[in-house]
């Protein structure tokens, strides 16, 4: 069964630092773009970051400049490096990735991680 497992998540005061990772574990699959998304409690689930199979990035132009996506496509894990926090960024953070099995493409989606920045 192929699933994602996030870490990285955390308390940290204003300005400071974050890395998250999502890992995809299982067999016989083959990985498209990679996102990260994040939700604060009544709001919808926002876009953040994504990366393609060649590399190509995309950035929410609130994260743009302190945030950066990246891929280690030999460990099947793409992370998160989040700098310059602010207490806006408070949320939980989602990645998700399209998978593509023999049986077909999967959208797939990881547990979530909470991220607080606060003084």
């Known amino acids: 069964q192929v699933q994602l497992v996030e870490s990285g998540g955390g308390l940290v005061q204003p300005g400071g630092s974050l890395r998250l990772s999502c890992a995809v574990s299982g067999s016989s699959f083959i990985i498209g773009t990679m996102n990260w998304y994040r939700q604060v409690p009544g709001k919808q689930r926002e876009l953040v970051a994504g990366?393609?199979?060649?590399?190509?990035?995309d950035y929410e132009d609130s994260v743009k400049g302190r945030f950066t996506i990246s891929r280690d496509n030999a460990k099947n894990t793409v992370y998160l490096q989040m700098n310059s926090l602010k207490p806006e960024d408070t949320a939980v953070y989602y990645c998700?990735?399209?998978?593509?099995?023999?049986?077909?493409?999967?959208?797939?989606w990881g547990q979530g991680t909470q991220v607080t920045v606060s003084s």
């Open positions: 990366i393609t199979g060649h590399g190509s990035t």
């Open positions: 998700n990735a399209d998978i593509y099995l023999t049986t077909g493409r999967r959208i797939l």
